[in-house]
């Protein structure tokens, strides 16, 4: 099973950039389409962005779409989000996740999950 491990996350200001970082261990991750949710205590988890397992199509949440960036090294088994111009409103945890399928944005269909990295964005 994949294991995955988040890490770039911190404090930032309003207009900042972030860029958080997913490691995964194990061989399947090549196959797998990768994707990072968003959730504050109480709450659902959020679609934010995902990626093929191959690259080659990316979807993003309209509350992110240019702004935020979604990429993968299959070389090195990790997924990367580039967050820029952050706002308050993007302050939540976020979570890399795996799915079996080639490509979703829907949470149900991802079966592992990071422990999650803390974003806080302030004014």
């Known amino acids: 099973q994949v294991q995955l491990v988040e890490s770039g996350g911190g404090l930032a200001q309003a207009g900042d950039s972030l860029r958080l970082s997913c490691a995964a261990s194990?061989?399947?991750?090549?196959?797998?389409?990768m994707g990072w949710f968003r959730r504050a205590p109480g709450n659902e988890g959020e679609f934010v962005a995902a990626?093929?397992?191959?690259?080659?199509?990316?979807s993003y949440a309209n509350s992110v779409k240019d702004r935020f960036e979604i990429s993968r090294d299959n070389a090195k088994n990790m997924v990367f989000l580039q967050m820029n111009s952050l706002k308050p409103g993007d302050t939540d945890v976020y979570y890399c996740?795996?799915?079996?399928?080639?490509?979703?944005?829907?949470?149900?269909?991802?079966?592992?999950w990071g422990q999650g990295t803390q974003v806080t964005v302030s004014s």
């Open positions: 996740a795996a799915t079996p399928r080639p490509h979703s944005t829907d949470n149900r269909e991802y079966d592992t």
């Open positions: 194990e061989y399947t991750f090549r196959g797998a389409g």
């Open positions: 990626i093929a397992w191959n690259g080659a199509i990316t």
